[in-house]
């Protein structure tokens, strides 16, 4: 049995989104991500919580709450955070839970962890002058300014703010930090993003402010003992992954869930995620046992994956120009699944990608269309048409194997290799190559991916065939009807819808057959020969878009 079903908890979280504006395709991205993952673990037995919620103590709120004319700003999250809610139950993400960084429960665990650093002796109130970006909600060092703006947000001026704030003794950290990588290079990924963070802990990070003055800011989180401040944004928000698994409030849940088997996050945020947010554990972890395993080591999240920039178009997804792209309008015309599809296939996960229409009606249209769906409706059709409706009597060991030395078919073991290539794939968080290997296949010569069923079909012809030897049209029907059971398994994480439907083409009752788990589920022989199929109805109906 594969090493991959021994886990029995699987914990991941997406960032929390700020409310200043509703979700675009950009935060769907990462959710959508994240969802995949959740559902692939699922499949395989594993106790999994996805987290995902709304950052609200912050001052880009209350910005974007007077730009709409309005004055309540409790009344604004609200109305915002639901926005954010609805669309993901909207687009069926199966979140467990969604924490918002007003919850009783999450301002609980931030008190309870603010002690935890103060008894460690890692907070100092200082006088601190320097340059802030509202978009960051951080203030600026110098190599991340170019020509005065924040290089992140160059468009926005950088407010000089003079202030006494709580500063969080980061550079304390710096050492144990760096260990930390160095033993677990697996905590950041993916590379790229662990060069660039250790380059940052080793020549840039400095100790950081995680308060702000009440009468510079009108929201937040009041410091315990000090009314005079407000828990600067990241020091609260990042806390949501523990506070929505108890910190503070369930430690029976928390000793459950934590740490954290997975973070997505952009690489925007990198240097909070994998420098401030493991110190910050590190120092509370002193004075707070739920922060330490049994032999003493500290509860830090096992991976923190973070992901490029998300443009539209190649233009950089902006409020002036007006290209944010909501992810429920695009469904109506290609469905969400065909939409989840085109986003973990197109971008390489990690690097930066972009979003494009014409890209999306090309993938709708070639990927899942004519090769995808197309494979189905023709197997289906065929074997009801040959076979008196039903799944066609056979010898099963034959139907596993190549029809003919010639073949770009490699019957069961060449499915065995992409169930291989997927669990791999998924589980090094790279949806974009399980999806490479579901539809071109794993191998040299021969391959069962989507593209090699067609071909069999093209090699074979069994509408020609069936007159000549019904035998072998009823082998390699079989075998590829069989294959399309496999596929609906191996898109199911993916394309949850398509791969219900396609199960229920092939007579299986979806929900009876996703309850069987991966394992059983993909075993060969789940079709039960002479049993009647479904009907073949287009998985991907053509489209008419304007140009």
Sequence with gaps: MSLYYRMSKYYLTTPIYYVNDKPHIGHTYTTVAADTLARFHRLLGDRVRLVTGTDENSQKNVQAMEKAGESNIQAYLDRMSGEWKQTWQDLGITVDDFIRTTDTRHLAGVERFWRAVEQSGDLEKRTYEGLYCVGCEAFKTESEILNGRCLLHPNKDLDTLSEENWFFKLSNYREALLAHLDTHPEFVQPESRRNEIRSYIEKFMTDVSVSREVKKVSIGIPVPGDDSQRIYVWFDALLNYMTAVGYGTDDDMFQQYWPADLQLVGKDIIKFHC???????????????????????????????????????????????????????????????????????????????????????????????????????????????????????????????????????????????????????????????????????????????????????EETQPFKLVKESPETVAEILYALLEACRYYAWFVQPFMPEVSSRILAQLGLDAREELARGWVQGLAWGGLTPLKKLGEPVPLFPRIEVES
């Design 275 to 457: 420098a401030l947010w493991p110190a910050m554990i590190m120092s509370a972890a002193k004075h707070d046992a739920l922060l330490t395993h049994a032999d003493g080591s500290i509860k830090l999240p096992r991976h923190v994956f973070a992901h490029g920039f998300f443009t539209i178009d190649g233009q950089k997804i902006s409020k002036s120009l007006g290209n944010a792209i909501d992810p429920r309008a695009l469904v109506p015309t290609y469905g969400f699944d065909a939409i989840r599809y085109y986003l973990l296939r197109e971008i390489s996960f990690g690097e930066d990608g972009d979003f494009s229409h014409e890209r999306l009606q090309i993938r709708y249209a070639s990927d899942l269309g004519n090769t995808f769906g197309n494979l189905v409706n023709r197997v289906v059709a065929m074997s009801k048409k040959y076979f008196d409706g039903g799944i066609p009597q056979t010898d099963l060991v034959r139907a596993t194997l190549p029809v003919r030395d010639d073949s770009a078919w490699d019957g069961k073991e060449g499915l065995d290799r992409i169930r291989s290539a997927v669990e791999s794939a998924l589980h090094a968080h790279r949806p974009d190559l399980a999806l490479e290997a579901i539809w071109n296949g794993v191998g040299d010569e021969r391959r069962s991916g989507i593209v090699q069923a067609n071909k069999l079909i």
